[in-house]
């Protein structure tokens, strides 16, 4: 059983200065070790195989990490080995989801048990830092930039604390640039998707009450100096030696501020740069911002339309999506060759049997490139984890991953549910319509995708969900 979140001690020391961290971490006898980890998640299904995207989130632990201390990465989702003896580390850092949480527990026992500073990090142990403490040393709440100075000072001098939370963030302008090398040294790096993950911004205030990032950062948002974001797409012109770099912005909701958005976008249409992102649909209504993402190189948005019931939308809170303006959206983005990747998310009370067709209709009128369907998952931490706790039918992490069973809908049975979901996805991505969807596309990575999903879906039953 989850526990819920409860007030963290809040980090109140005088933050180390850069240069007293390193005199600090010179005067010890020899660098301390850390072994990060980004385990792979106990789910069947197709989360953490094939081609996975570098994880910046531990890339970026690591740049910090490295400054001070000796880094050694581990990508579990790649074939890595987890070791098991941990002798040659101080300190094992392991970043965690929901999806992987009770793999990222497995991993901080077995390290504790050999006495070892274990580090616990990511959305699942923020919002869960009770349960995560049982499992590590320390639990760091929310991103680590807000909160490295101390978290170092008292790994060089031995004095943990159970829960580092900043009581502020820091500025996001003073983000450092990723260094990629932790993940591209592996040499099971072949495995990474080829685009590289950035990031502008962070945070997003839209509220939507299903989703952890205004838990975690509230109505917070931040970005970088714009310069800053060039500047690193220019490294890796240069590093890549060309100029047509695929970029995969990781913010949460990178419109949100137009006037930063736009100026970026313009700044990448003279760089010549490819690049997808998250992407909400509040103003892309408007035709001329979508003709900018398509001149600046934008090849693909991930837009969550979540649901074609209005009634479903209201529950969501999410204020950005109007139903009237689907089709407006996905019409200026087609214009500009911009393919979407549309999320759908089935198993809100409101659905019937008759949402499953208005989806399908919308995805088949709308030529939808790549539809992802999922399975409403309430994660824990939110409002609407809170609310449906009393209904949600396990509390096992692995089937976290937004394709499982997670509570009877009151409008139609858990079986109606799951053999319609089963049914759409077979529709969708059989032959005859992915020809449909994808009539007059340019033969890219998008193709492959559908192929892989025919070759999924044809295999697909209900039991797949339990
Ligand atoms: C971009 C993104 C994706 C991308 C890329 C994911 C990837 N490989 O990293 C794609 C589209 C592939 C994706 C897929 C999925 N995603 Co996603 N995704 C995001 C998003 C918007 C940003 C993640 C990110 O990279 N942020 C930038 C990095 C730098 O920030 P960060 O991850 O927060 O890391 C910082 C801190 O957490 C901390 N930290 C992290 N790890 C550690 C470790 C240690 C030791 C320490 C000290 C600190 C620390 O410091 C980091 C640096 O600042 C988040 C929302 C969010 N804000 O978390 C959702 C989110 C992570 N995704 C989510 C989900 C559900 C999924 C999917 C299951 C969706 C699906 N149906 O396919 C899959 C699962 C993929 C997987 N195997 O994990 C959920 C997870 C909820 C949960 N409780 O687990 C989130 C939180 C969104 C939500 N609904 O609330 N996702
Ligand atoms: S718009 Fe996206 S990132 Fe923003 S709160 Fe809603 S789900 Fe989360």
Same mark, same amino acid.
């Given at each position: 059983?989850?526990?819920?979140?409860?007030?963290? #001690?809040? $980090? $109140? @020391? @005088?933050?180390?200065?850069?240069? &007293?961290?390193?005199?600090?971490?010179?005067?010890?006898?020899?660098? /301390?070790? =850390?072994?990060?980890?980004?385990?792979?998640?106990?789910?069947?299904?197709?989360?953490? $195989?094939?081609?996975?995207?570098?994880?910046?989130?531990?890339?970026? #632990?690591?740049?910090?990490?490295?400054?001070?201390?000796?880094?050694?990465?581990?990508?579990?989702?790649?074939?890595?080995?987890?070791?098991?003896?941990?002798? *040659?580390?101080?300190?094992?850092?392991?970043?965690?989801?929901?999806?992987?949480?009770?793999?990222?527990?497995?991993?901080?026992?077995?390290?504790?048990?050999?006495?070892?500073?274990?580090?616990? *990090?990511?959305?699942?142990?923020?919002?869960? !830092?009770?349960?995560?403490?049982? &499992?590590?040393?320390?639990?760091?709440?929310?991103?680590?930039?807000?909160?490295?100075?101390?978290?170092?000072?008292?790994?060089?001098?031995?004095?943990?604390?159970?829960?580092?939370?900043?009581?502020?963030?820091?500025?996001? !302008?003073?983000?450092?640039?990723?260094?990629?090398?932790?993940?591209?040294?592996?040499?099971?790096?072949?495995?990474?998707?080829?685009?590289?993950?950035?990031?502008?911004?962070?945070?997003?205030?839209?509220?939507?009450?299903?989703?952890?990032?205004?838990?975690?950062?509230?109505?917070?948002?931040?970005?970088?100096?714009?310069?800053?974001?060039?500047?690193?797409?220019?490294? &890796?012109?240069?590093?890549?030696?060309?100029?047509?770099?695929?970029?995969?912005?990781?913010?949460?909701?990178?419109?949100?501020?137009?006037?930063?958005?736009?100026?970026?976008?313009?700044?990448?249409?003279?760089?010549?740069?490819?690049?997808?992102?998250?992407?909400?649909?509040?103003?892309?209504?408007?035709?001329?911002?979508?003709?900018?993402?398509?001149?600046? *190189?934008?090849?693909?948005?991930?837009?969550?339309?979540? $649901?074609?019931?209005?009634?479903?939308?209201?529950?969501? !809170?999410?204020?950005?999506?109007?139903?009237?303006?689907?089709?407006?959206?996905?019409?200026?983005?087609?214009?500009?060759?911009?393919?979407?990747?549309?999320?759908?998310?089935?198993?809100?009370?409101?659905?019937?049997?008759?949402?499953?067709?208005?989806?399908?209709?919308?995805?088949?009128?709308?030529?939808?490139?790549?539809? #992802?369907?999922?399975?409403?998952?309430?994660?824990?931490?939110?409002?609407?984890?809170?609310?449906?706790?009393?209904?949600?039918? &396990?509390?096992? =992490?692995?089937?976290?991953?937004?394709? !499982?069973?997670?509570?009877?809908?009151?409008?139609?049975?858990?079986?109606?549910?799951?053999?319609?979901?089963?049914?759409?996805?077979?529709?969708?991505?059989?032959?005859?319509?992915?020809?449909?969807?994808?009539?007059?596309?340019?033969?890219? =990575? #998008?193709?492959?995708?559908?192929?892989?999903?025919? /070759?999924?879906?044809?295999?697909?039953?209900?039991?797949?969900?339990?």
């Amino acid at each position: 059983m989850p526990t819920s979140p409860t007030e963290p #001690v809040v $980090s $109140s @020391i @005088i933050p180390a200065s850069e240069d &007293h961290l390193k005199k600090l971490a010179a005067q010890q006898k020899s660098r /301390r070790k =850390w072994l990060l980890v980004q385990p792979k998640s106990g789910t069947s299904m197709m989360v953490d $195989s094939g081609t996975v995207s570098m994880p910046l989130n531990l890339i970026m #632990v690591a740049t910090l990490v490295g400054e001070l201390f000796d880094v050694t990465f581990i990508d579990e989702r790649l074939g890595e080995p987890m070791p098991e003896d941990f002798s *040659g580390y101080d300190v094992i850092a392991i970043t965690s989801r929901t999806l992987n949480a009770t793999k990222a527990y497995k991993i901080g026992d077995a390290a504790l048990k050999q006495g070892k500073i274990v580090i616990l *990090g990511g959305v699942h142990p923020t919002m869960l !830092h009770d349960e995560a403490s049982e &499992h590590c040393t320390s639990v760091v709440y929310g991103e680590i930039e807000s909160i490295w100075d101390e978290l170092a000072s008292d790994v060089l001098l031995g004095t943990m604390k159970r829960v580092y939370r900043a009581s502020a963030l820091r500025p996001m !302008h003073e983000m450092m640039r990723p260094d990629f090398s932790y993940a591209l040294n592996s040499k099971n790096a072949k495995k990474y998707s080829a685009l590289i993950p950035i990031l502008a911004t962070k945070g997003c205030p839209v509220g939507c009450n299903f989703c952890t990032t205004p838990t975690i950062y509230g109505k917070n948002y931040r970005y970088r100096e714009m310069e800053r974001v060039l500047e690193e797409m220019r490294y &890796h012109q240069d590093r890549l030696g060309k100029q047509k770099v695929s970029f995969s912005f990781m913010d949460d909701n990178i419109s949100f501020r137009p006037q930063y958005f736009t100026t970026l976008l313009e700044e990448m249409a003279k760089l010549g740069v490819r690049w997808n992102a998250n992407i909400s649909m509040n103003f892309l209504d408007k035709p001329e911002i979508a003709e900018l993402a398509g001149r600046s *190189g934008c090849d693909l948005l991930s837009i969550g339309f979540e $649901s074609l019931n209005p009634e479903t939308l209201k529950t969501l !809170h999410k204020g950005s999506n109007r139903i009237g303006n689907y089709e407006k959206v996905v019409g200026n983005l087609h214009r500009n060759k911009i393919a979407i990747q549309g999320y759908f998310m089935f198993g809100f009370d409101n659905d019937t049997e008759e949402s499953f067709q208005l989806t399908y209709d919308f995805i088949m009128k709308n030529q939808i490139e790549f539809p #992802v369907f999922s399975l409403v998952t309430p994660f824990p931490g939110t409002p609407y984890f809170d609310e449906m706790k009393p209904r949600i039918r &396990h509390f096992d =992490w692995d089937k976290y991953d937004t394709y !499982h069973y997670m509570f009877e809908p009151k409008r139609m049975s858990g079986e109606k549910l799951l053999e319609n979901f089963v049914k759409l996805q077979k529709e969708v991505y059989k032959g005859s319509s992915i020809m449909k969807r994808m009539k007059g596309k340019p033969f890219n =990575w #998008v193709w492959f995708v559908n192929y892989a999903m025919n /070759r999924f879906t044809r295999k697909l039953t209900t039991d797949y969900y339990y």
